[in-house]
């Protein structure tokens, strides 16, 4: 009988171990599977292309005997770009003024941008919210968004502290 019980846990082992190697070569076989799949998935989809940059400057700010605040701003693209939806591209600026020391004059201008393809060049001009832009110190922000056919945008940004003439 101890024999028989000896046979039949060595069977039991044996079958566990085959059992255990089925499962581990099962697992090898998915998992191979699985990476074949995805390579496959990976070698169709295309490569991205590089996206092109777009940079501003802020050429110059002066301001009129009406308040408004006339501004030169350049943009530049790394590449030509092909536009998709004409209301995603523009570019932007906004004036800060501070005004006797308690108060802020802002207001801001823009444009929309029909091609991006080098350096154009753009006149903004912004309106105060409220009384009207003078000579003195001013901060400017302007910024740009050009997005492409695919949706992809990409935006430039520079500051300017001045003084309005």
């Known amino acids: 009988m101890r024999y ?3 046979a039949a846990c060595s069977r039991n082992r044996r079958n566990n171990m085959l059992t255990k ?15 074949a799949i995805l390579l496959s998935l990976f070698s169709v989809v295309p490569t991205a292309q590089a996206q092109a940059t777009v940079t501003v400057s802020i050429d110059s700010a002066s301001v009129d005997k009406f308040g408004i605040v006339h501004m030169d701003v350049t943009v530049t693209c790394s590449e030509p770009v092909v536009l998709g939806e004409p209301n995603a591209n523009s570019v932007e600026a906004f004036v800060r003024q501070p005004y006797k020391r308690i108060y802020t004059l802002e207001g801001g201008g823009h444009s929309f941008i029909t091609e991006c393809d ?4 753009y006149s903004l001009i912004a309106f105060a919210n409220s009384g009207k832009f003078s000579n003195g110190i001013a901060y400017i922000f302007a910024s740009a968004q050009i997005c492409d056919i695919d949706n992809f945008c990409v935006i430039g940004e520079d500051f300017l502290a001045t003084r309005l003439h």
């Open 4 to 6: 028989m019980h000896n």
């Open 21 to 35: 190697s089925k499962r581990i070569l099962w697992s090898a076989s998915r998992l191979v599977f699985t990476m």
């Open 118 to 121: 080098g350096s154009t060049q």
